[in-house]
Nanobody, 126 residues
Framework: QVQLVESGGGSVQAGGSLSLSCLASGYTYSRWCMSWFRQAPGKEREGVAGIDRYGTATYADSVKGRFTISRDNAKNTVYLLMNSLEAEDTAMYYC????????????????????WGQGTQVTVSS
C-alpha cells in the first residue's frame, strides 16, 4: 500500500524559505519517479519538481533556480527546498509517486502518478 506523508509546510514572508519532506512507506520507492505538485484554490494541480531513480531532477519554469528537489533513498524520503518564495507559490503541496517507470515525465503530468500524499499547506505573504 502506497503511503506518502508530507511535512514542513507553513507560513512565511515573501523572500523566505521553507523545506518540505515526504516520507514514503509501503514500497521501495528508490526505483521510481518521485515528485512534488501543488494546487492553489481555483487552479489545476501543477507539477513543481520531479526526481527520477538516478537523481535527475526536472522543474517547472516558475520555480527553476529557486526550488531544489532531492531524495534520500535510504530514508525513503523526498525533499523540496524552496527559496525566494513568492506569494504565487501559495498552495497545497503534494508528494506523489509514479510507479510505472524509473523516469519522470517532462513536463510532469498528474495523471501519470498513482500515489499521493494528503498535502501540506504553504502560505507566502507579500
Amino acid at each position: 500500500q502506497v503511503q506518502l506523508v508530507e511535512s514542513g509546510g507553513g507560513s512565511v514572508q515573501a523572500g523566505g524559505s521553507l523545506s518540505l519532506s515526504c516520507l514514503a512507506s509501503g514500497y521501495t520507492y528508490s526505483r521510481w519517479c518521485m515528485s512534488w505538485f501543488r494546487q492553489a484554490p481555483g487552479k489545476e494541480r501543477e507539477g513543481v519538481a520531479g526526481i527520477d531513480r538516478y537523481g535527475t531532477a526536472t522543474y517547472a519554469d516558475s520555480v527553476k533556480g529557486r526550488f531544489t528537489i532531492s531524495r534520500d533513498n535510504a530514508k525513503n524520503t523526498v525533499y523540496l527546498l524552496m527559496n525566494s518564495l513568492e506569494a504565487e507559490d501559495t498552495a497545497m503541496y503534494y508528494c506523489a509517486v509514479d510507479r510505472s517507470g524509473s523516469y519522470c515525465s517532462i513536463p510532469l503530468r498528474a495523471g501519470d502518478f498513482d500515489g499521493w500524499g494528503q498535502g501540506t499547506q504553504v502560505t507566502v505573504s507579500s
